[in-house]
């Protein structure tokens, strides 16, 4: 490594010198902002004659054939200040135009270009075209939206503004031509400009990780590689991807080999790509792009666009598969990216058939919708299914996935149509608005062949969000409707005419959805509802949990597939249990969607059904979790314990909020009141 502090007139006219931009680098993309204070700094020192130090330039020495010439020329082929050289050269043609003296123009094209008129500098193809147009005089003919056109008629026309205030422009240029650099020079073989590229990078203006990746792959090869490499495999990812989806397919491609490991950072992803070629591509960059290529070509099949991209299938095949992955990125279920992408490659190679693949992604609908119905943590799918491809082993099939995913219990369970209905009564549908839409629209295609087009559709509230005073009245406790069914599935259904319906009266509603409405989904409102409340919300509900279990997309697993019941009881440990709702021995079932409206189910329950055993078990006051005292029980409250009061009995349920805790102890009254926990289903 070389570093040398230099002027741009020594550095711009070495004798045999081109500057190279290579393919990798990113556009030009300096703002008129930039220029203004770049001009300004140098019509600053015109008038004191000091110098202004622009910043450094770094470049890998190459040796090229010069064909006019038969001499070897000097290649700078330049790793950072590509934004500075083309901007000094902009400014030096503006200059050069506005210089009156021939001679000191032939000096200046003796900085613009090599003997013969080659251009010294060689930008990147996307701006050759408007760079060589204005360096002949052309820029006029620049077409579309162009910085180097901006920024060249920028300097023509300051120019012209201080040359009109008394500004010399033979001062301007000789103030351009003291201006410093610190030109380091590297050499293949003996310095390695990535890590140096990576230093320099962490110290200024960072660039965005898919640039840093693009110059990694690509710093280390000479220029016919880099081209090769560029136009061969880096071009078509662009051309395919953008900007936006192909950081996305980097992502997903590398959560292949490190799975959930790999964090989001951009600067993350890109050291992860640097050890992913270390540990699986060595000395093969070639290798690398060739299967990141691959990848991507497939990866459009998660874009929607109107057409198929997998080899192989026919045309009714493809177009199922494309609907199926459509509806996985319609319910936002991205973490399923890279365990999709893996299949659909074994399926163009032959190692996945149809049928197998399509029941999978099938599969994995039911699992992710059914999941979110039930409330169940997202984390937990990041964390099963970025490593699913290797836990399935060599048997990648539809059976071997409804076994694994049998297997699994806790957070990552497949929840069964017990956990549905009664989900379907308890949760907050309204939070995951996609998945509500996509399920309600699948109910409504099992009695209606052609229903509207999705997109004129919205998930409507049938009590609405914004309730009038008689919708709060013909509910009567508002305050329990609002709180905990008003974002009901029993309360949602879907509507192209959800400003009309508004938050019009139940029978106004009523009557607009027999004029308008097409969907069946509304007929239930129409022919089994005469009024609206808790009750109703209740019975739509459950209504609807029927309807889906018989949804073909959102089918549950097979018994034979399932390990063990999923369902656990009050006799069970609770640790990472998601709670919903408690199933009572009398076979109702009361929401519980925490400790304490878990307690209050039980020991409600306890009361009506076994008083006598309750209140003779609890008399002698020896249970801990039990306090007769409500000053006691105060004092506990405030330092955040569980604390569950029964004050019409006189007493309260104190203990850890831990669910484990909490069941332990509602364990322990049970028996107490000589039933069993095990008839207590969570």
């Keep these: 490594?070389?570093?040398?502090?230099?002027?741009?007139?020594?550095?711009f006219a070495l004798t045999g010198t081109i500057f190279s931009i290579p393919v990798y680098q990113r556009n030009y993309t300096w703002e008129e902002e930039n220029c203004e204070k770049l001009l300004q700094d140098i019509v600053g020192i015109s008038q004191n004659k000091k110098t202004h130090f622009m910043g450094s330039i770094t470049y890998i020495l190459h040796w090229i054939d010069d064909e006019k010439s038969l001499r070897k020329l000097q290649e700078f082929v330049i790793i950072d200040g590509q934004q500075r050289i083309t901007t000094l050269m902009l400014l030096l043609k503006a200059i050069e135009t506005k210089i009156p003296n021939e001679e000191v123009k032939k000096e200046i094209d003796g900085l613009l270009n090599l003997s013969g008129q080659k251009l010294r500098l060689k930008p990147i193809k996307s701006d050759k075209e408007a760079f060589d147009l204005v360096m002949q005089n052309r820029s006029h003919e620049i077409q579309g939206v162009s910085h180097i056109k901006n920024n060249y008629k920028f300097f023509t026309k300051e120019l012209d503004n201080y040359i009109s205030k008394g500004y010399r422009i033979e001062e301007i240029y000789g103030a351009?031509?003291?201006l410093k650099i610190v030109a380091i020079g590297l050499e293949l073989g003996e310095d390695d400009p990535q890590v140096v590229f990576e230093s320099i990078n962490a110290t200024g203006v960072q660039l965005k990780g898919l640039d840093l990746i693009r110059n990694y792959l690509m710093m280390g090869e000479n220029s016919d590689n880099q081209n090769r490499l560029y136009n061969t495999y880096w071009v078509p990812l662009e051309d395919w991807l953008g900007e936006r989806d192909l950081n996305d397919f980097i992502l997903t491609y590398l959560r292949i080999y490190f799975e959930d490991k790999l964090k989001k950072e951009e600067r993350e992803v890109y050291y992860a790509l640097k050890d992913h070629h270390r540990d699986n591509f060595s000395d093969d960059i070639q290798?690398?792009?060739s299967e990141m290529r691959e990848y991507g070509r497939?990866?459009?099949?998660f874009l929607d666009r109107d057409h198929y991209f997998l080899h192989r299938g026919d045309p009714q095949q493809l177009a199922n598969l494309r609907l199926?992955?459509?509806?996985?990125?319609?319910?936002?279920f991205g973490v399923a990216k890279p365990f999709i992408l893996r299949c659909a490659r074994d399926f163009e190679e032959g190692k996945l058939d149809y049928e197998n693949f399509h029941e999978i992604l099938q599969i994995l609908i039911s699992y992710f919708v059914r999941r979110s119905v039930c409330g169940d943590p997202a984390p937990a799918l990041a964390e099963l299914l970025y490593s699913l491809y290797r836990q399935l082993g060599e048997d990648v099939s539809a059976d071997a996935l409804k076994r694994y995913l049998g297997k699994s219990v806790g957070r990552t369970a497949f929840p069964n149509d017990d956990k549905i209905k009664a989900a379907f009564l308890?949760?907050?549908?309204?939070?995951?608005?996609q998945v509500c839409k996509f399920i309600l629209l699948e109910i409504e295609k099992l009695s209606n062949a052609e229903p509207p087009r999705e997109e004129n559709l919205e998930v409507e509230h049938f009590y609405p969000k914004t309730p009038t005073q008689e919708w709060r009245d013909r509910v009567g406790d508002y305050f329990t409707f609002e709180q905990d069914y008003l974002n009901n599935f029993g309360n949602l259904t879907l509507s192209g005419q959800n400003q009309k319906l508004s938050n019009k009266p139940y029978e106004a509603k009523i009557e607009l959805m027999e004029e308008y409405s097409s969907l069946h989904l509304n007929d239930y409102f129409i022919n089994n509802t005469h009024s609206w409340g808790?009750?109703?919300v209740k019975a739509?509900?459950?209504?609807?949990?029927?309807q889906f279990c018989q949804v073909g997309l959102f089918k549950d697993l097979p018994k034979e597939y399932r390990a063990r019941e999923l369902n656990k009881t009050l006799d069970d440990d609770l640790t990472n249990h998601n709670l919903q709702s408690v199933k009572l021995p009398n076979d109702q079932r009361r929401m519980a969607r925490n400790a304490k409206e878990l307690t209050s189910a039980v020991i409600d329950y306890l009361l009506e059904n076994a008083r006598e055993a309750f209140e003779s078990y609890t008399d002698d006051e020896s249970q801990k979790y039990i306090y007769w005292s409500k000053a006691k029980a105060e004092a506990r409250d405030r330092d955040g314990t569980l604390v569950v009061p029964f004050e019409k009995y006189g007493f309260y349920f104190v203990s850890n909020a831990s669910y484990q805790t909490t069941g332990s102890n509602l364990r322990d009254l049970i028996l107490g009141c000589e039933l069993n926990p095990r008839d207590f289903i969570v």
């Design 540 to 546: 739509r509900s459950g209504y609807l949990a029927d």
């Design 1 to 11: 490594m070389e570093a040398k502090q230099s002027t741009v007139n020594d550095f």
């Design 534 to 536: 808790i009750e109703e």
């Design 324 to 332: 199926r992955i459509k509806d996985l990125m319609k319910i936002k």
């Design 426 to 433: 308890v949760r907050n549908a309204y939070a995951a608005n």
């Design 176 to 178: 351009f031509l003291r």
């Design 287 to 289: 290798g690398l792009m």
């Design 298 to 301: 497939i990866y459009q099949i």
